[in-house]
């Protein structure tokens, strides 16, 4: 069975810096795709950013980016230039090529962004 | 309306009462999701509901029972619950993808139960 592992439950970072946070899965499978989503205070789940497994190149959104390392089975979500905005509760996804209807959740990582 | 909205905001009940949660999309999705999200806890998926039939029941008690009568809407009916059903019931939407790709789901904003 597929299992997302969030080890960082709080994170705290000063506005402007830059702050990452860490995320291994475990899965057998070859094909599949990993996910950041962003749940502010509003509690609404925003997507972040996605990774497609069979891409080497680590995808970017503006001040999101991550670093995929599929040998180790790492996601890490890294925020540069934090804005007070981003604090929420960051979690991390894995999704299945054969099964999309199946997203897999880790704990989470709350992260908060003083000014 | 624009997204995936979620009614009621908050809910209060009893372990006698029955009562429901209710989940509209404004995105034109074809499937339909009921997630639990408690403290602490990797977010559940509790059903799965694809052209407006069920496709996944990750063995949830009897005490939920969904419903789906069409495409953009999406119930949680609940009784007799238990004070650890206590927790954020999120309802989320997608597009099935036609060839190959993944489907994007996009949430609402939840629904609080607390059971007294």
């Known amino acids: 069975a597929q299992t997302v592992t969030q080890s960082q439950p709080e994170m705290s970072v000063q506005e402007a810096e830059t702050v990452t946070l860490s995320c291994t899965y475990d899965t057998s499978e070859s094909n599949y795709y990993l996910f950041w989503y962003k749940q502010p205070p509003s509690r609404q789940m925003i997507l972040v950013i996605r990774q497609e497994a069979y891409k080497q190149q680590n995808a970017t959104e503006n001040r999101f980016s991550v670093n995929f390392q599929k040998a180790a089975k790492s996601f890490s979500l890294k925020i540069s230039d934090s804005q007070l905005g981003d604090t929420a509760m960051y979690f991390c996804?894995?999704?299945?090529?054969?099964?999309?209807?199946?997203?897999?959740f880790g704990t989470g990582t709350r992260l908060q962004v003083f000014p | 309306e624009t997204g995936v909205t979620q009614t009621p905001r908050h809910l209060v009940m009893g372990m006698t009462n029955k009562k429901s949660l209710k989940c509209e999309q404004h995105?034109?999705?074809?499937?339909m999701y009921w997630y639990k999200q408690s403290a602490k806890k990797p977010l559940e998926l509790m059903f799965v509901y694809s052209l407006e039939e069920r496709v996944e029941n990750n063995s949830v008690p009897s005490r939920f029972s969904p419903e789906c009568p069409n495409s953009s809407h999406l119930f949680l009916h609940l009784h007799t619950l238990q004070p650890e059903d206590s927790a954020l019931y999120l309802c989320?939407?997608?597009?099935?993808?036609?060839?190959?790709?993944?489907?994007?789901?996009?949430f609402g904003p939840g629904t609080r139960l607390t059971v007294l």
């Open positions: 989320a939407s997608s597009q099935e993808p036609t060839s190959g790709g993944y489907n994007e789901q996009f």
């Open positions: 995105l034109g999705h074809n499937a």
């Open positions: 996804a894995f999704m299945n090529s054969y099964n999309t209807d199946k997203l897999i």
